[in-house]
């Protein structure tokens, strides 16, 4: 069992910069792939970014492209997500998520977070 803690989110200016943050316990996160997903009110929860359990192979939705940054350090069973230029269609409750298979599905996730609020004010 993996538990993952999200802390980092809050309001924000659009143009401004949040790092969220996902902390895992309980076990090691080194050998299993992590994602970030984000919910917006009425909307489906929707791929964001992830990253493999090397952190040497990362994906993200077009619409951060360019503005987000996925990044971990096993080393401190955290993974991270640092994003720049946020826009008010960012606003959202955002999960952090740990699984074998990772990827842009969130089948691929075993493991979620209780979620973090954005909120971004145009």
């Known amino acids: 069992q993996v538990q993952l803690v999200e802390s980092g989110g809050g309001l924000v200016q659009a143009g401004g910069s949040l790092r969220l943050s996902c902390a895992a316990s309980?076990?090691?996160?080194?050998?299993?792939?992590m994602g970030w997903f984000r919910q917006a009110p009425g909307e489906e929860r929707k791929f964001v970014a992830s990253?493999?359990?090397?952190?040497?192979?990362?994906s993200y939705t077009d619409s951060v492209k360019g503005r987000f940054l996925i990044s971990r350090d096993n080393g401190k069973n955290t993974m991270y997500l640092q994003m720049n230029s946020l826009k008010p269609e960012d606003t959202a409750v955002y999960y952090c998520?740990?699984?074998?298979?990772?990827?842009?599905?969130?089948?691929?996730?075993?493991?979620w977070g209780q979620g973090t609020q954005v909120t971004v004010s145009s």
């Open positions: 998520g740990a699984g074998p298979v990772g990827g842009i599905g969130s089948r691929g996730y075993n493991y």
């Open positions: 990253i493999s359990w090397t952190g040497r192979s990362t």
């Open positions: 309980r076990r090691t996160i080194s050998d299993i792939d």
